[in-house]
């Protein structure tokens, strides 16, 4: 008996052609302290991806990017109003952790 799975789950859907500009637009739209920490991080998220994509013909890194700065994006009001709260965040655990991207 093998202990393999007799399928692999489907991939998650690839991102819209368009949703690096939309992240964009979103991290442009931030309070302007948090945009301009952020912007230049997604810009170079985006271009190492593209380069990996580039040199690998596949666009697995680019769809990753996107998931990866979406999550960051979506739970940011989040993350500000636990922070508003005056809530204790030192035993917190690092975002890239959760999340698996293994930096």
Same mark, same amino acid.
């Given at each position: 008996m093998s202990?393999?799975?007799d399928h692999l789950p489907a991939p998650p859907? /690839?991102?819209? =052609?368009?949703?690096?500009?939309?992240? &964009?637009?979103?991290?442009? /739209?931030?309070? =302007?302290?948090?945009s301009a920490?952020? &912007?230049p991080a997604f810009e170079r998220d985006w271009a190492k991806a593209?380069?990996?994509s580039r040199q690998t013909y596949d666009?697995?890194?680019l769809h990753e990017v996107v998931r990866t700065w979406r999550?960051?994006?979506?739970?940011?009001?989040a993350v500000d109003d636990f922070i508003a709260a005056g809530m204790?965040?030192?035993?917190?655990?690092d975002l890239a952790e959760l999340m698996g991207n293994g930096q």
């Open positions: 202990a393999q799975p859907p /690839a991102p819209a =052609p368009r949703a690096a500009a939309e992240l &964009l637009a979103r991290i442009r /739209a931030e309070r =302007p302290e948090r920490r952020w &912007l593209l380069e990996d666009l697995s890194p999550a960051k994006l979506d739970t940011a009001p204790n965040d030192e035993d917190g655990v």
